[in-house]
T-cell receptor, first 114, second 111 residues
């Protein structure tokens, strides 16, 4: 089992270009999350989904869009990239329900916007 | 409001104990976590504690929770160079979809 995978691992964009980051899971978990990690700021939640066909805004959603058309995939889109979106992006998944349920993270996508 | 605070850096000598501290603000938080991030990788759960516990021990790891002060700590005994990583404190309330992460403490272990 691959767990949580992210595509691509690295990307360099020019300002104004668009791209889509793909998160895929084989864990059959309901909840999926997109975070960005910046030095000294930890993880900030961009968007999340509590099930197929649903999405919700997190702490820093501006400039990003998401879709969850299939349970196993969660896509993060940048329509017009800006240098402020240079960051490392992590996807995470979690089981639904109460309990300690941890989040399982992908390996990250390092994005540079010039 | 939701906020989790940690110091950004800690440096210890190999063999010493490391103590990483965290404060949180949401008294409704039920689940408190410590995640570890090694270079170039995603976060992995290291340990956790329920809010109705004061202490949890797991081999070299000891988690202490002071619920009155909303203070959480992670002690690593006999710290090894392989423990060098970023450690994130996190909290989640009962019924919550979101886990709130601190900024992470970068642990340096000197040989």
């Amino acid at each position: 089992n691959a767990g949580v995978t992210q595509t691509p691992k690295f990307r360099v964009l020019k300002t104004g270009q668009s791209m889509t980051l793909l998160c895929a899971q084989d864990m059959n978990h309901e909840y999926m999350y997109w975070y960005r990690q910046d030095p000294g700021m930890g993880l900030r939640l961009i968007h999340y989904s509590v099930g197929e066909g649903t999405t919700a805004k997190g702490e820093v959603p501006d400039g990003y869009n998401v879709s969850r058309l299939k349970k196993q995939n969660f896509l993060l889109g940048l329509e017009s990239a800006a240098p402020s979106q240079t960051s490392v992006y992590f996807c995470a998944v979690k089981e639904a329900g109460e309990g300690i349920y941890e989040q399982f993270f992908g390996p990250g996508t390092r994005l540079t916007v010039l | 409001g939701e906020d989790v605070e940690q110091s950004l850096f800690l440096s210890v000598r190999e063999g010493d104990s490391s103590v990483i501290n965290c404060t949180y603000t949401d008294s409704s938080s039920t689940y408190l976590y410590w995640y570890k991030q090694e270079p170039g990788a995603g976060l992995q759960l290291l340990t956790y504690i329920f809010s109705n516990m004061d202490m949890k021990q797991d081999q070299r790891l000891t988690v202490l929770l002071n619920k009155k002060d909303k203070h959480l700590s992670l002690r690593i005994a006999d710290t090894q160079t392989g423990d060098s990583a970023i450690y994130f404190c996190a909290e989640r309330r009962t019924g919550g979809f979101k886990t709130i992460f601190g900024a992470g403490t970068r642990l340096f272990v000197k040989a």
